[in-house]
């Protein structure tokens, strides 16, 4: 399909549309091997024999700044942790650089950063350099924040959504949909008759848990923008696996899912910001979900499903079976559901 002629939201979206965008301007004009394996973080050689660093860069532009659960700055923290630990490392050190526009209330700044010194100081990381920039007002919105990281990724750990496995078990950290549907009620001025807020937090604890309990974990996701279904494409085009998932397996919040049908969303487009997607094999699927729900970031963890051989003259894909029955192809996002969502 020829990329489109002007950008549009759809291209941040994690959809088909930014799957167009990466790869038919950015890996065309700079395209490395690392940035072609498509994972969260690359995984570059050390200085020493044998060391390995991971990186990974973001940058956060939400739309409110401050909702309930977070705020853009405890966002920015907690998404590039998340992306550093999906490779197996261990984060250690983060950079921040600021968009400010003329005009934002000083208090608004301060608490921002407040929040992203609790989130960093949760996670065991440190801030360690940044940057300043202030645009004109109205050019702005108020502030973006791009964060990177930089993690150590221990010895023998090797992961990679190219290693799924037919027979693999596909696990989830918890309910998905929550921030996505916290941002659109802000926005909107929806009102809930239960609690429902982001779920932005560092994983990256839950994750090294994981790893001890399951050693021959396959990858972890962060199912952001484009939420569970693109993710689970994504993993099975990189793998090339039919990942299959049980619709009634998949938590979900009530209050969240009424809002889905409410405003005629699919919950499984939704954005996390708190959210693990894990692959391991079968054999420790169970080792896995323990370690996952011993977590307070984990207790709603599920094993969703499976991959499976792709079928003769089929492709990678990504099918449900529905709580009627029957079996649907999950499709990526096309589109832009909910723009400036992180």
Do not use: W
Not at 130 to 157: A, C, L, M, W, Y
Not at 196 to 218: C, F, G, T
Not at 299 to 307: H, R
């Amino acid at each position: 399909m020829p990329i489109d002629e002007t950008v549009m939201l759809g291209h941040g979206s994690g959809g088909s549309m930014m799957k167009r965008i990466i790869e038919k301007v950015f890996f065309e004009a700079y395209g490395t091997d690392e940035l072609a394996e498509g994972n969260d973080a690359a995984v570059l050689p050390g200085p020493g024999e044998g060391e390995r660093i991971a990186c990974s860069t973001d940058s956060f532009v939400v739309s409110p700044l401050v909702f309930p659960g977070g705020d853009i700055g405890r966002l920015a923290v907690c998404g590039t942790v998340n992306d550093v630990a999906t490779s197996g490392a261990v984060p250690a050190y983060l950079t921040c650089g600021f968009i400010l526009e003329e005009g934002l209330l000083m208090e608004q700044l301060r608490r921002i950063c407040r929040s992203m010194a609790e989130a960093a100081q949760e996670a065991g990381v440190r801030i360690v350099t940044g940057d300043t920039k202030v645009v004109n007002r109205g050019h702005g919105d108020g502030v973006f924040i791009n964060t990177s990281g930089i993690g150590f990724v221990p010895e023998g750990v090797d992961l990679s959504g190219a290693h799924i496995r037919p027979g693999d078990a596909v696990l989830v950290t918890g309910t998905l949909g929550d921030h996505g549907i916290t941002i659109m009620s802000c926005r909107e001025g929806l009102g809930f008759q239960t609690s429902v807020q982001s779920d932005a937090a560092p994983l990256n604890h839950l994750i090294q848990s994981v790893l001890e309990a399951a050693p021959h974990v396959r990858c972890f996701r962060d199912p952001t923008r484009g939420g569970l279904a693109s993710t689970l494409n994504e993993l099975a085009e990189q793998s090339g696996v039919e990942i299959c998932i049980d619709e009634e397996r998949v938590p979900v919040r009530p209050a969240v899912a009424g809002a889905c049908e409410m405003l005629g969303y699919d919950v499984l487009q939704v954005a996390n910001e708190g959210k693990m997607v894990c692959v391991v094999p079968a054999d420790e699927a169970e080792a896995a979900l323990r370690a996952m729900r011993a977590d307070r970031y984990g207790q709603d963890a599920c094993v969703i499903g499976s991959a499976q051989e792709v079928p003769v003259d089929g492709r990678p894909r990504v099918l449900l079976r529905t709580a009627f029955g029957g079996t649907r192809i999950l499709d990526m996002l096309v589109g832009e559901q909910l723009p400036r969502i992180c």
